[in-house]
């Protein structure tokens, strides 16, 4: 570890030790109030700008600048989908735009941290949403139960059609099996997962509302929609009209804090960078 902190620029080593702050700071905020301070998000998105200009002026390479721009958009774009499906907060999103401006990217060989960061990040967060969605269902497993019920005939089903495909190998495909196993067991896990938010449904008063909280019910006053479900969540100005209108309460998602996945994969790649670098080595 030290060793490759040793390998990095001081500009980007600063900027790994600020990624790193952002994250644990965030990741407790999001913990303790599911909620991602904006000064935090912005003080990343205008860090990683500051270091982000200083070394490529430092260290002039217009090809990689080039490749870093478009990794940044890639990100961005992938990130603001994320957002307007309704499966992150808009904190989720500034703080992504924020990482990527901040990780390292100083060369393609070694393979740099920011790309094993995104390589690694669907793995890291899938078993992090995984295990939380375990937790969810332990501490409601009626409600996970009255959903899951109904498509288990069907999860059933598919999962034994998957895995038959696997009663038929080819020899150009030996691993056949392997793969059917696999693709059967994500296809279980995503069932469950999807059955699982179920238990993230409840109700709310108004008075402990928050800004993007994910109300997913229409609210009526007197026979009038005060409020259509958006992706964003509710605004300000929203509950304002709430307690002006006197709801009492709402129902709302209330989703599994997310930060500590994006803390968990900048460990991780840390960790496995060495080792990732190593193996493409070998490979190519």
Known sequence: MIALLASYSAISLLSLIVAFIVLVVTS???LKTKEVPDYVSGFAIISGLVFKTFYFALNPDFNLFILFAGIVGL???????????????????KLMIGLVLLLPFESLTPLPLMIIFFLAFPFVAGAYGVLGSTLLIARNPRKFWDSF??????????????????????????????????????????????????CMIKKLK???????DWVV???????????????????LKDIEA??????????????????????????????????????LTRLF
Do not use: C
């Open 28 to 30: 407790l905020t999001d």
């Open 75 to 93: 990100v961005t774009t992938f990130s603001l989908l994320l957002y307007r499906a309704g499966q992150w907060g808009g904190g989720d999103l």
């Open 149 to 198: 019920k109904k498509k288990v005939l069907r999860t059933i089903s598919i999962a034994v059609i998957i895995l038959g495909f696997s009663l038929f190998p080819l020899r150009e495909f030996n691993f056949t099996f392997p793969i059917m196993v696999f693709t059967a067991v994500m296809y279980v896990l995503l069932e469950v997962v999807s059955s699982s938010e179920e």
């Open 206 to 212: 108004v008075s402990k509302l928050t800004e993007g």
């Open 217 to 235: 019910e229409e609210v009526r006053v007197k026979g009038k929609v005060l409020f259509k479900p958006v992706y964003h969540g509710v605004t």
């Open 242 to 279: 709430f307690k002006k209108a006197k709801v009492k309460e709402v129902t709302i998602k209330d989703g599994i804090p997310f930060v500590p996945a994006f803390l968990l994969t900048f460990i991780t790649s840390l960790l496995v960078k060495d080792l990732v670098n190593s193996f």
